[in-house]
């Protein structure tokens, strides 16, 4: 059972730029799609991005292209979020999860069977 822990969330000022890290353990990971979700206060959970076993295959959310990078080392286990020009409404809790997957991703919550703790990322002056 694959087990997913996020880290690198933060305070940052509206412009900067933070760099989540999702480790993964107990799976053959490269078999995984892995998805970053985030939640904000009284809203429902989104996707953000998300990146295929292989790293081949990427999708953003429209609010995070051109900000926000994904990509992973299938030796190291981790996917990254690279997020640049972070925006107060970046502010949320941010999850990744896995979804066993052939080469694409999804960025619905449904078919990802693996959740991480979340990280809470917060862009404020």
């Known amino acids: 059972q694959l087990q997913l822990v996020e880290s690198g969330g933060g305070l940052v000022q509206p412009g900067g730029s933070l760099r989540l890290s999702c480790a993964a353990s107990?799976?053959?990971?490269?078999?995984?799609?892995i998805g970053w979700f985030r939640q904000a206060p009284g809203k429902e959970r989104e996707g953000v991005s998300c990146?295929?076993?292989?790293?081949?295959?990427?999708n953003y959310q429209d609010s995070v292209k051109g900000r926000f990078t994904i990509s992973r080392d299938n030796d190291k286990n981790m996917v990254y979020l690279q997020m640049n020009s972070l925006k107060p409404e970046d502010t949320a809790i941010y999850f990744c999860?896995?979804?066993?997957?052939?080469?694409?991703?999804?960025?619905?919550?449904?078919?990802?069977?693996?959740w991480g703790q979340g990280t809470q990322v917060t862009v404020s002056q």
């Open positions: 999860a896995a979804d066993r997957a052939d080469w694409d991703c999804m960025m619905l919550e449904d078919p990802y069977d693996y």
């Open positions: 107990g799976g053959t990971f490269g078999r995984y799609a």
């Open positions: 990146v295929g076993p292989r790293g081949s295959t990427t």
